[in-house]
C-alpha cells in the first residue's frame, strides 16, 4: 500500500472533528461487559400511550373478525361463486402465513448471537443518541412508522438489536416471503417480529384486504412501531430506490380516516463502510440470478465472519408528523362520506400526497446518511488518478461536499485514506503508485483492453462495486452535476434555457435519482446556490454562466453523470435499431448487455456500467414514464412494450447535444 500521509494530513475543508460526536458506538460497550448479561437484562419498554399489551393471537382475531374484513369476503364471495366460508377460511390461511408472533425469548436469543457476530464485523455501530431520545419520546404519542433505507439484510438486525439495547418497543417489520421459507429462521424471523407479505400481490383482492387490515391494525392500536423497507428490497447500486406506496398508503390510511389523530414516520439512514453483500449485488446487476434465500446459503455465508466491514452509522431521523405534513396536501374529509369500514380508493390527490411523502422520507435518509471517505475516493476513483492526486483531490472533495451539505464520517487520523484503501482491497489496491481496480484471478487493470467478454464481465464487477460507494455520495451532487452539465450542453446562457435544460435532465433521470415532484424549481435554484457558494457559476436574474475558475469543478460534476447518460444512451440505441419493434423487459435486459459488452470490446464504449441491469431497467421506467415506451395490453400475462422509436431518438439527441457517448476520463489505470 503506498500511503501519502503528507497529503492526507493537510484538510482545507475546515471539517470539525467535533460533529462525530453526537453518535455513540454501540459495540463499546459490548466489547467490555458479558454479552449474556445484556440479552438477559430487563426489559421493559414504554408503548404508545401504554397500549395494554395484546398477543398475536389476539391481534389474528381482530383482524379477522373486522367489518373490513367480513365485506370483503362477501365481496369476494359473490364475485367468486365460493360461499363465504371458505373465503373467510382462505382469509384465514393468508393470515396464518402473514402474521409474526413476536417473543421475547427470541429477541434475547438473538440479541446474544447478534453481539457476538456484531463484533466480529464491525469495528464500530454508531448511533445518533439523539434520534434515539427523539423516538422514544415518539412512541409514547403516535402511532410510529419506522423507514430505514435497504441495503444489506444487516439492516433490519442492526434496527431491532439497537431498539432491544436501548429498551425501546421492538417493531413488527414487513418481510418478503422467501425469507419465510428458510427452515427454522424463517420462524425464528417470525417470532422475532417479521410479518410476511407476498412481494407482488397484483390484483389479489382478497389478499390486499388481509394484508391492508393486519397493517391498520397494528397502527390504530400502537401494537408495536411498525418498520418497513420503502424501497421494497436492498438496493443493489447502493442508490435510493424508487419508492413501493402499497404499505405507506396501509399504514397511512387509519390517519386520513381521523382513526388515529397523527402518525409518526420516522427516516432511518444505514450507511456501511462496506457492505456485506457487496460482491454478489455487484453480480446480480450483471445478470447473475441471486442465490435463493435459504439456511444452508446462510450457514455457508459465515466466511463473511473472516472479513472487515469497517463501520457503520445508523442515524434515526426527526420523526415527521403526518398530520402536519399532509396540512393543506389532503382533504380528510372525503373519508367521511363512507362508513370507515368500507373500502375506498384513495382519491388521486390522496395518492399524490403519499407519494409525495415516500419521496420526503427518502429524501431525509439521503440527507442524514453519513458518507465514509471511501465514498469520495469512490467518486474520484472511477475518473482515474494517481495515489498523490487521488488524496489530494479527496480533501478538496471533502470540502466541496461539505460546503454542499453531506454528512461525512472523517475520523482524525492521517491515514483514514489508506485504511479505506485497505477495507476495499478485495477490489483496489495502489500498485507502483497508482490506484489499479483488481479483478478476480487477472490482477490489476490496465494491461490494455479486454479481449473476451469474461474479461468484461469481470472488469465490470469491480466497476460496480466501486460505482456502488461513489453512488451513496451522488444525492450530495446530483443536482449541481445536473446544473452543470446544463450549463455545459445549453447554447447561451440564458437562465430560462439552462433552466430548460436543468428540467430535463430531472425528468430523464428522476427513477435514477430520487427527486421530489412539483420541485424542479426549487433544485434549480439550490443547484445555483451551491455551484455559486464554490464559484463555479455566477448567476443574475437572467444568465447562469460557468466562469474559467469553476472548470474543475463543473467538469468533474458533469463527469459523475456521464456513466449514466453513456448507459441511457446503450438502451436508447438498442430500442431504435430495426428490428426491435415489440419487446419485454426480459428479452431487453440482456440484448443491451449484449450491445454495451460489443460497444466495451470494440472501445467505443467505456463505462462499463451501461452493463448494469438497475440503470438499463431505470431507463425503461423512464421511456415508459416519458411515454417513448408503451404497454400493449393483451391477454398475456407477460407484460409486452412497444417503443417509439422517433420519440426515443429526440431523447437520445437532447441528451446527446455536446454530450461525448463515452467516459472523457475512462477508469485509468496504467501500469506502470
Ligand atoms: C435484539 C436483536 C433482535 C433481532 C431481531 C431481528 C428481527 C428480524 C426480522 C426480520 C425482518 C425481515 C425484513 C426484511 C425486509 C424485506 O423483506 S424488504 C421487502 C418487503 N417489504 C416491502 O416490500 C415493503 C414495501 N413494498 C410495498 O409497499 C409494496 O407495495 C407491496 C405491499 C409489497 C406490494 O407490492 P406490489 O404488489 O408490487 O404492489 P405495488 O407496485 O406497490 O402496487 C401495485 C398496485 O396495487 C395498488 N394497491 C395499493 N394498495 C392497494 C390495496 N389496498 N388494494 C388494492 N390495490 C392496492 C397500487 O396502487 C398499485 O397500483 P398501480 O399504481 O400499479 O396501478
Ligand atoms: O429485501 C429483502 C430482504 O431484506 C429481500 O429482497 P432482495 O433480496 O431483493 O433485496
Not at 408503548?47 to 373478525?65: Q, T
Not at 360461499?83 to 440479541?111: C, K, P, T, Y
Not at 450542453?489 to 430523464?508: K, M, N, P, V
Request: aromatic share 8%.
Amino acid at each position: 500500500m503506498c500511503l501519502s500521509v503528507l497529503y492526507e494530513c493537510e484538510d482545507p475543508s475546515g471539517y470539525r472533528p467535533e460533529e462525530e460526536k453526537e453518535f455513540m458506538d454501540i459495540l463499546e460497550e459490548r466489547r467490555r461487559s458479558s454479552d449474556l448479561g445484556h440479552a438477559l437484562r430487563t426489559f421493559t419498554p414504554s408503548p404508545y400511550k401504554g397500549a395494554p399489551p395484546l398477543s398475536a393471537g389476539a391481534l389474528n382475531r381482530k383482524v379477522l373478525e373486522s367489518q373490513y374484513l367480513r365485506y370483503i369476503t362477501k365481496e369476494v364471495a359473490m364475485e367468486t361463486g365460493e360461499s363465504v366460508d371458505l373465503v373467510r377460511e382462505e382469509a384465514s390461511g393468508i393470515l396464518e402465513e402473514m402474521s409474526q408472533n413476536l417473543q421475547l425469548g427470541f429477541i434475547r436469543l438473538l440479541g446474544f448471537t447478534l453481539s457476538k457476530v456484531f463484533k466480529r464485523l464491525f469495528s464500530h455501530i454508531n448511533v445518533n443518541q439523539e434520534g434515539l431520545n427523539r423516538l422514544q419520546q415518539a412512541i409514547q404519542e403516535s402511532p410510529v412508522i419506522l423507514m430505514p433505507n435497504h441495503r444489506s439484510y444487516v439492516d433490519f438486525l442492526v434496527l431491532s438489536y439497537i431498539l432491544f439495547t436501548y429498551d425501546l418497543p421492538i417493531p413488527v417489520i414487513a418481510a418478503g416471503i422467501p425469507l419465510m421459507d428458510m427452515k427454522m429462521v424463517g420462524e425464528i424471523l417470525r417470532r422475532s417480529g417479521a410479518f410476511f407479505i407476498r412481494r407482488a400481490i397484483g390484483s389479489d383482492k382478497l389478499y390486499w384486504a388481509v394484508l391492508s387490515e393486519y397493517v391498520k391494525t397494528i397502527v390504530r392500536t400502537g401494537y408495536a412501531p411498525v418498520e418497513f423497507y420503502v424501497e421494497g428490497l436492498r438496493s443493489r447500486t447502493l442508490k435510493s430506490l424508487t419508492p413501493k406506496l402499497g404499505m405507506m398508503h396501509m399504514v397511512l390510511e387509519p390517519f386520513f380516516k381521523g382513526e388515529v389523530y397523527d402518525i409518526k414516520l420516522v427516516p432511518i439512514s444505514i450507511s456501511y463502510d462496506r457492505v456485506l453483500e457487496e460482491s454478489l449485488l455487484a453480480h446480480e446487476l450483471l445478470g447473475v440470478p441471486k442465490p435463493r434465500e435459504t439456511t444452508m446459503g446462510l450457514l455457508k455465508a459465515r466466511r463473511v465472519l473472516e472479513e472487515d466491514y469497517g463501520s457503520m452509522h445508523v442515524y434515526f431521523g426527526m420523526p415527521l408528523s403526518v398530520r402536519q405534513l399532509t396540512k393543506g396536501r389532503v382533504d380528510r374529509c372525503e373519508y367521511n362520506l363512507l362508513p370507515r369500514d368500507l373500502p375506498q380508493r384513495p382519491s388521486v390527490e390522496t395518492q399524490e400526497c403519499v407519494s409525495w411523502l415516500a419521496q420526503q422520507v427518502i429524501r431525509v435518509q439521503e440527507q442524514n446518511s453519513i458518507l465514509s471517505p471511501w465514498s469520495l475516493m469512490a467518486c474520484l476513483v472511477l475518473q482515474g488518478l494517481s495515489w498523490e492526486l487521488l488524496t489530494q483531490k479527496t480533501l478538496r472533495l471533502k470540502g466541496l461536499a461539505i460546503s454542499f451539505g453531506a454528512r461525512l464520517d472523517w475520523p482524525g487520523r492521517c491515514t483514514v485514506m489508506a485504511s479505506s484503501m485497505a477495507l476495499h482491497r478485495s477490489v483496489i489496491r495502489c500498485h507502483r503508485g497508482r490506484v489499479t481496480l483488481l479483478e478476480e484471478e487477472e490482477g490489476p487493470v490496465g494491461a490494455g483492453p479486454f479481449t473476451t467478454e469474461e474479461g468484461v464481465v469481470r472488469r465490470a464487477r469491480a466497476v460496480l462495486m466501486v460505482a456502488a460507494y461513489r453512488n451513496q455520495a451522488l444525492h450530495v451532487f446530483i443536482r449541481p452535476a445536473m446544473l452543470a452539465l446544463a450549463v455545459h450542453t445549453t447554447q447561451g446562457s440564458r437562465r430560462e434555457d439552462i433552466y430548460s435544460s436543468f428540467r430535463f435532465l430531472l425528468d430523464l433521470f428522476s427513477n435514477d435519482f430520487i427527486f421530489i415532484t412539483g420541485r424542479s424549481s426549487q433544485d434549480f435554484e439550490e443547484a445555483c446556490s451551491l455551484l455559486r457558494k464554490c464559484g463555479a457559476v455566477q448567476t443574475s436574474q437572467q444568465e447562469v454562466t460557468s466562469p474559467e475558475e469553476g472548470q474543475s469543478t463543473t467538469s468533474f460534476l458533469r463527469a459523475l453523470l456521464q456513466p449514466f447518460i453513456d448507459a441511457y444512451q446503450v438502451v436508447f440505441s438498442h430500442l431504435c435499431v430495426e428490428d426491435v419493434a415489440v419487446f419485454t423487459e426480459r428479452q431487453m435486459v440482456p440484448a443491451v448487455r449484449s450491445l454495451a459488452t460489443k460497444l466495451l470490446l470494440s472501445g467505443e464504449l467505456k463505462s462499463y456500467e451501461a452493463l448494469s441491469s438497475d440503470t438499463q431497467k431505470n431507463v425503461l421506467s423512464a421511456l415508459l414514464r416519458l411515454g417513448a415506451v408503451t404497454r400493449l395490453r393483451t391477454g398475456f400475462c407477460v407484460l409486452l412494450l412497444i417503443a417509439n422509436k422517433p420519440a426515443i431518438r429526440r431523447l437520445a439527441d437532447t441528451l446527446g447535444k455536446n454530450v461525448e457517448m463515452t467516459c472523457p476520463t475512462p477508469f485509468i489505470i496504467s501500469n506502470e
